[in-house]
């Protein structure tokens, strides 16, 4: 029997519902890939989706740079890219965009790879060839957490606070 082909972190486990987009703005998406034919169909299949893909990388330096120029709510990451891996921009980004959302959509099925994404800050870890439905779950699922963690809600900064490794405020 085979392992089902998405490897979902704690924040997705209980979710029972498809978050809906509102009327307002679509999720602001980047993709990051080497593969610039993947890059560019997936590109397109978000945008005929409902996403605004506001930027595309073909490395994690250029990630990096983009994400911080760009401010996207949520970035599809390829994780073996020249110049830099997917994980280390992950972190960078994580760095100085905390409650953007990073899905690492990866070829690589390693148990390795996926706890040094969790360690990353990675949203959650896909493996390339997942059902499109899925990924397009996913990176809804991901932009309602980022909005839940903007509105600043006391659930929302533990939540914040618990990726960041520190533990919550407390007045005992």
């Not at 073909?58 to 990630?63: N, Q, S």
Request: a negative charge; proline letters at 8%.
């Amino acid at each position: 029997m085979m392992a089902p082909p998405l490897e979902m972190t704690p924040a997705l486990d209980n979710l029972t519902h498809q978050p809906e987009m509102t009327a307002g703005e679509p999720p602001r998406i980047m993709v990051v890939d080497d593969d610039q034919g993947f890059r560019e169909m997936l590109r397109d299949f978000l945008a005929d989706d409902g996403f605004d893909v506001v930027g595309e990388a073909p490395d994690g330096v250029e990630a990096v740079t983009q994400a911080d120029r760009l401010r996207p709510d949520v970035i599809v990451m390829d994780l073996r890219m020249p110049r830099m891996d997917g994980l280390e921009a992950t972190r960078r980004i994580k760095d100085t965009l905390p409650i953007t959302q990073v899905v690492i959509l990866s070829a690589y099925e390693d148990p390795a790879l996926k706890r040094g994404a969790e360690r990353a800050g990675v949203y959650c870890y896909l493996i390339k060839g997942c059902s499109p439905a899925m990924l397009v779950d996913v990176l809804r699922f991901a932009w309602s957490f980022k909005v839940g963690l903007e509105q600043g809600g006391a659930p929302a900064r533990e939540a914040l606070e618990g990726l960041n490794g520190s533990e919550p405020n407390s007045d005992r």
